[in-house]
């Protein structure tokens, strides 16, 4: 008994003593683009630079890291722009490729071209997704007549069901491809949701610098604001201050803390929290799904393929190396480029990513010469595949939404402060969830938190509101008599 309050009046002491000692009013945890933009909301919007960023990585730009690949420069955490962000990148200069979804080529694994086929499957997907649009309006947030239900349910009710190899190409092209999990793990109200807003098919290939999108924010933020491979991997907060200890030991203090992983970091325990976060902001980082985008990238010395802009697998194995993007299609990269992206996204992805590059190139070169034929594909001269679902910076590409949950609820639970920790995940920004803007939202959403906390005493306190449910109605049984 003696020894146990002997070590709570350490650590007591220690807690208070750091506590007096601050190294910045707030600290910001991740220095991707929600963190940048966190910070910069602070400086811009509320003139609060007393603040510091820890970066687990040597660059300050989180998901827009760049590779050089092929006397070219791609950045596989952001090849594509979606609706939101386009008008600024536009106005940025970022170099974009209108992609056009309907120029494909698709080969079985006989190498047989069976593209008349797949546009006729594709055009019954279409139609059986347009068929059940309504259904995002109809989905009430308590008594849902019409319940939220996975959405290759609702594909299945609206008729269409992926049977054949086309089938499941074609689905995984039209949904996978843009979601990074597959038709079971993803809410029917959400999706349509994002259909209504027309966040997809429409998306553009980024050719140009994407990291100029950050690059005005950095500089605002002077160098001995940042902290360069400062992995966090616990926060402590007390009553007085918040503790953020990195990987090699160092303690960080702040009187609040912006909290930017991704639902993935917090779910593999790549940051603990002491003490727990409360139930309800747990269960809710526990719905979402981290979906995975992984790209391959392969070199040639000759072009041996179609000259449309993707060219489909079409194989029973659903999303088994199902997509390539074709670089030298018109308006992408200049004839010569010789480079093919193949695409994997969830449980394909995590599989692969645990075989070696070595194991990964033999299948992918082994599809290409089923679709191709032996002699026509030789092995690449440059490889390389991004590993996102086993990366623990991030844990997947972008975040899903979960089945059955009212989506301005599960956000607030997200983003809701818990005490002196304020939240900037990027699945906490309504409809644009899973893109760069969502990042943006969540950033100045915390910002705007944290300054009212700090300059006007408005410290937000959130809980969950269980009361907005009606009770359910109750059945009355017919007397038969």
Same mark, same amino acid.
């Given at each position: ?34 963190? &940048? ?14 603040? =510091? ?21 791609? #950045? ?15 106005? =940025? ?63 299945? /009710? ?27 793990? /993803? @809410? ?17 290939? $980024? ?5 100029? $999108? ?6 605002? &933020? ?7 491979? @400062? #992995?966090? /991997? ?12 990195? @990987? ?35 269960? %809710?980082?526990? !719905? ?23 060219? =489909? ?13 074709? =670089? ?27 075989? @070696? ?5 033999? %299948? ?48 607030? !639970? ?5 005490? #002196? ?36 005493? %408005? ?23």
């Amino acid at each position: 008994m003696i020894l146990r309050w002997l070590l709570f009046a350490s650590f007591s002491v220690h807690v208070f003593a750091v506590c007096d000692d601050p190294n910045a009013q707030v600290i910001i945890v991740g220095g991707g683009p929600a963190g &940048i933009y966190a910070a910069t909301g602070l400086i811009e919007q509320h003139g609060i630079e007393d603040f =510091l960023m820890l970066e687990e990585t040597d660059r300050p730009e989180g998901y827009l890291y760049p590779i050089d690949f092929g006397g070219l420069s791609f #950045r596989p955490g952001a090849l594509y722009g979606l609706t939101p962000i386009k008008p600024l990148m536009m106005e =940025l200069g970022i170099g974009l490729v209108a992609t056009d979804n309907s120029s494909y080529t698709v080969y079985n694994y006989n190498g047989e071209d069976v593209t008349a086929e797949a546009r006729e499957r594709e055009a019954a997907y279409v139609a059986a997704r347009e068929k059940g649009l309504p259904l995002a309006d109809d989905i009430d947030r308590c008594l849902r007549p019409r319940p939220d239900i996975p959405y290759k349910a609702k594909l299945g /009710v609206n008729g269409w069901v992926a049977k054949s190899d086309i089938d499941k190409t074609m689905e995984w092209f039209n949904f996978d491809f843009n979601e990074g999990l597959s038709t079971r793990d /993803v @809410s029917t109200g959400w999706t349509y949701r994002q259909a209504m807003a027309n966040l997809f098919p429409d998306k553009c290939f $980024i050719t140009g610098r994407a990291r100029i $999108i950050l690059d005005g924010m950095l500089e605002q &933020i002077t160098p001995a604001r940042i902290a360069l491979n @400062s #992995r966090t /991997v616990n926060v402590t907060q007390t009553d007085e201050c918040v503790i953020v200890t990195t @990987s090699d030991g160092t303690e960080y203090v702040g009187e609040y803390a912006i909290i930017t992983n991704s639902v993935g970091v917090i779910q593999n325990g790549g940051v603990t929290f002491e003490p727990s976060l409360p139930p309800w902001k747990s269960e %809710e980082f526990f !719905r979402y799904q981290m979906g995975t985008l992984d790209a391959i990238f392969l070199k040639f010395d000759t072009k041996f393929w179609d000259d449309t802009e993707y060219i =489909l697998h079409a194989t029973d194995r659903h999303g088994y190396y199902p997509a390539f993007l074709n =670089l030298e299609a018109e308006g992408y990269h200049p004839a010569g480029t010789n480079i093919l992206i193949g695409f994997l996204t969830g449980d394909e992805a995590y599989r692969a990513e645990h075989l @070696s590059d070595e194991e990964v190139q033999a %299948e992918v070169i082994g599809v290409l010469r089923d679709m191709y034929g032996e002699s026509n594909v030789p092995d690449p001269t440059e490889f390389y595949m991004s590993r996102f679902a086993t990366d623990v910076d991030i844990y997947g590409s972008f975040s899903a939404y979960p089945i059955g949950i009212p989506p301005e609820d599960s956000q607030m !639970r997200l983003k809701g402060p818990t005490g #002196r920790l304020y939240f900037a995940p990027e699945d906490a920004a309504d409809i644009h969830i899973g893109n760069p803007f969502g990042s943006v939202l969540d950033g100045f959403f915390a910002a705007g938190g944290v300054a009212g906390c700090i300059q006007n005493q %408005e410290c937000d306190d959130y809980t969950p509101d269980r009361s907005i449910c009606k009770p359910r109605p109750v059945k009355q049984r017919k007397n038969m008599n």
